[in-house]
Nanobody, 118 residues
Framework: QVQLVESGGGLVQAGGSLRLSCAAS????????MAWFRQAPGKEREFVAR???????YYTDSVKGRFTISKDNAKNTVYLQMNSLKPEDTAVYYC????????????WGQGTQVTVSS
């Protein structure tokens, strides 16, 4: 079992920044693929960014150049630095872990709300 707890969400004006954190309960996340997803009201959950073991990173096009995913293996924590925020970034942000390497995310956090005002 892996428990994921997100924090760092809040209300910010357009153009502002937030840093989300995802703390994992296991002693090491270095072998996992970790990702951030988001779900806006009335929309399906969508992929935002992921970080692999190398650690390679990958982003959805809408956040490239504005968001940065990183991880601290010693702290078992994954971060999402979000800059130049836009109102369309408003969503509940979820942390997810792929612990099996099978390509699916088998553990999810409870989510943290990010609201960007115009």
């Amino acid at each position: 079992q892996v428990q994921l707890v997100e924090s760092g969400g809040g209300l910010v004006q357009a153009g502002g920044s937030l840093r989300l954190s995802c703390a994992a309960s296991r002693r090491t996340i270095s072998g996992y693929v970790m990702a951030w997803f988001r779900q806006a009201p009335g929309k399906e959950r969508e992929f935002v960014a992921r970080i692999g073991r190398n650690p390679t990173t990958y982003y959805t096009d809408s956040v490239k150049g504005r968001f940065t995913i990183s991880k601290d293996n010693a702290k078992n924590t994954v971060y999402l630095q979000m800059n130049s925020l836009k109102p369309e970034d408003t969503a509940v942000y979820y942390c997810a872990a792929d612990t099996t390497g099978a390509g699916g995310y088998n553990y999810w956090g409870q989510g943290t709300q990010v609201t960007v005002s115009s």
